[in-house]
């Protein structure tokens, strides 16, 4: 009979004492307690929303964690990436919490993301359905920019400058000053002194190869064997993320050349 009168609980809605008092015609024995219900549990989640390159925070990406019992319950980011998301569900010790960007091109095109997190007990139920109040903060979320396709050649950006002097340092002018892999060139001013500065496919130059060449004979006071010296570059400056990678330097550098 007990079998019987929850089976028509389920299946009805109706009190199972009520409906099997009626159709046994006695009450149920008080001894005899039975409790139906959905286990549920309170939970809230804080965390921010940041982008994974820069590390600066994004607004307006909706949170959403897909409750089976509720449905979807979401929230935006604000202005500096918070987020709060909460509610109630099914117990778990964890939540699968959804990252989308719906702002269109508001902040950029960012990748959807699902994590999963885990909660912490931070309050008991009433030891019946429900079973209590758990929690998450501090979570970082990091998304990745959906960057437009581009099409380029990636570069960095050098500058080298020095001297050029004979083995009695004094200065030779007209020397000229090229880079390996450069075909623009820079030849020395009268005390000697160069600055080349160009472009080269790369993603990055820590070596820069310099040839050293006289090419007018004994005007500048003798003829002077060819040199090929490589100079340690030094980065001075981020490139834009894109093709640019970056500027590359080296200063001070003092280059002798012999007489033939």
Not at 24 to 37: E, H, L, N, Q, T
């Amino acid at each position: 009979m007990l079998r019987f009168c929850r089976w028509a609980l389920a299946l009805l809605g109706i009190s199972a004492f009520d409906s099997c008092a009626v159709m046994y015609g006695s009450p149920i024995p008080d001894d005899i307690f039975a409790m139906y219900g959905t286990p549920t549990m309170e939970y809230r989640v804080s965390g921010k929303v940041a982008d994974s390159r820069t590390g600066e925070p994004i607004e307006g990406i909706q949170v959403g964690y897909r409750n089976l019992s509720n449905g979807p319950q979401t929230t935006l980011t604000t202005d500096n990436g918070e987020f709060v998301v909460e509610g109630n569900g099914y117990p778990s010790e964890n939540i699968k919490l959804q990252f989308e960007d719906i702002d269109e091109e508001h902040n950029g095109w960012y990748f959807p993301k699902e994590i999963e997190v885990d909660l912490v007990k931070a309050e008991n139920g009433d030891g019946a359905w429900f079973t209590g109040i758990y929690v998450a903060d501090g979570v970082l979320v990091e998304l990745e920019a959906d960057q437009p396709a581009e099409y380029g050649v990636p570069i960095v950006e050098f500058s080298v400058r020095g001297r050029v002097v004979d083995s009695e340092s004094a200065p030779i002018e007209n020397i000229e000053v090229t880079a390996a892999n450069h075909y623009e060139s820079v030849r020395t001013a009268a005390d000697g002194s160069f600055h080349l500065t160009g472009e080269m496919t790369g993603f990055e130059l820590n070596e820069l190869t310099l040839r050293f060449v006289d090419t007018d004979g004994q005007d500048n006071g003798g003829e002077f064997e060819e040199r090929i010296h490589t100079v340690q570059m030094i980065q001075t400056g981020p490139g834009d993320g894109k093709w640019d990678n970056g500027d590359y330097n080296a200063e001070y550098l003092e280059i002798t050349l012999r007489k033939k």
